[in-house]
């Protein structure tokens, strides 16, 4: 998106005039190219020393700058694996050292060993029993409850599944689609869960639940 590359510009120029600022890096949907017009701009600024988080306007784009220095994104990543996509994803805007190779290395390699929770299998059989008894008593208003409670629980199951850190919620749902082990047909179950009426989710719902509990 131009006004993206635009306040990327324009901050890089300010930024990189600033001795403290080693590195900027965009990530988000602007870096594996998903923007709009109107999405956020993810940026990440490595320091010598700690800076703040901004975030601010710029054009009507919401834009948000995680500062810290190489060891402070290091261990956060260490702390919750779910920061590594941020890195998987980086893009370089400048760095005045070799920062992103060292970042995404550390991030591959705590995807590499990464160890799971215990899967929810409790969970997910509990709400599988009450979508099909909501079902057959044709009581719509539980068999949506249901069907929309589950979907988060069902999107942890799938990365459990595969051995892999879940990601914020505001990509899970597209990234899920890149793991190995998923049903047949998985794009159009997914796209009824998400935007199907009430019987075509609760359906779709139905179909992933049961790929899960019998893995």
Known sequence: MVEHKNIIDNLASEL????????????????????NKTSDLDLLLVTKNASDFVEKTEKGIVVEIKSNTLDGFITKMNDNPMNIYQWLDAKVVFEKEDLLSKLQANAQKIL???????????????????IVSAKEKGDDMALGFQTSNILWKIVEGFYILNREPLPPSTTAFRRISTLKKLPDNFAGIWGSVLTGNLSERSNATLVLLNFLLNK
């Open 16 to 35: 990189k005039e600033d001795e403290n600022n080693i590195a900027l890096f965009v990530t988000g949907s602007v870096a594996r190219g998903e923007a």
């Open 112 to 130: 590499n060993s990464y160890t799971p929770p215990d899967f929810p299998r409790k969970w997910l059989d509990s709400t599988m029993i009450k």
